[in-house]
């Protein structure tokens, strides 16, 4: 491989691997399931043309992640899996606040929220990476909030009464 082919994956490693593994690990639940999606996007990247500017490689990565996770769960094998027993511990990244509910909430509540807080982009912009109208990202992004504000609220209640 030409080394500066290598720079080049190198870099776009840097650059978007952890937000990478944000997208898809709220979207599996799994962390060993989110670095295959991952990992199946560079490859993916391997074989993509040349992008016109960082903003457009970046809605790049994050709709192949998307679409990704998407495949990934609806396949025979997701559906048809049994969880571990819980005698058997798994490892998974302790984020036990406001981003694990976020992974509690229905996909396009999730998707829009974290596009919006963790990634920084507006309205216009999470509707051309979710290919959907301004007005339904608009509004998933508003029930979205109350659903999640339901979920910590819940939470709370449940610590305290404890």
């Given at each position: 491989m030409d080394?500066?082919?290598?720079?080049?994956?190198?870099e776009?490693v840097?650059?978007?691997?952890?937000?990478l593994?944000?997208?898809?690990?709220?979207?599996?639940?799994?962390?060993a399931?989110?670095e295959?999606?991952?990992?199946?996007?560079f490859i993916?990247f391997?074989k993509?043309?040349?992008?016109?500017?960082?903003?457009h490689?970046?809605?790049?990565?994050?709709?192949?992640?998307?679409?990704?996770?998407?495949?990934?769960?609806?396949?025979?094998?997701?559906?048809?899996?049994?969880?571990?027993s819980?005698?058997?511990?798994a490892?998974e990244?302790?984020?036990?606040?406001?981003?694990?509910q976020?992974?509690?909430?229905?996909g396009?509540?999730?998707?829009?929220?974290?596009?919006?807080?963790?990634?920084?982009?507006?309205i216009?912009?999470?509707?051309?990476?979710?290919d959907?109208?301004?007005?339904s990202?608009?509004?998933?992004?508003?029930?979205?909030r109350?659903?999640?504000?339901?979920?910590?609220?819940?939470?709370e209640?449940?610590?305290?009464?404890?």
């Amino acid at each position: 491989m030409d080394p500066s082919h290598v720079a080049l994956i190198q870099e776009a490693v840097n650059a978007y691997s952890d937000m990478l593994i944000r997208i898809a690990y709220q979207r599996t639940g799994s962390m060993a399931d989110a670095e295959d999606i991952v990992q199946e996007t560079f490859i993916r990247f391997l074989k993509a043309p040349p992008f016109s500017d960082e903003e457009h490689k970046k809605a790049w990565f994050i709709r192949v992640a998307i679409n990704l996770c998407n495949d990934f769960n609806k396949s025979f094998w997701r559906k048809n899996i049994l969880p571990l027993s819980e005698t058997i511990p798994a490892e998974e990244p302790a984020d036990n606040g406001l981003f694990d509910q976020l992974r509690r909430l229905p996909g396009r509540y999730r998707d829009t929220l974290y596009l919006y807080y963790y990634e920084g982009y507006n309205i216009p912009e999470i509707a051309r990476l979710l290919d959907a109208k301004e007005n339904s990202v608009s509004s998933w992004l508003n029930r979205g909030r109350k659903k999640l504000k339901m979920l910590v609220g819940d939470e709370e209640y449940q610590y305290e009464s404890n």
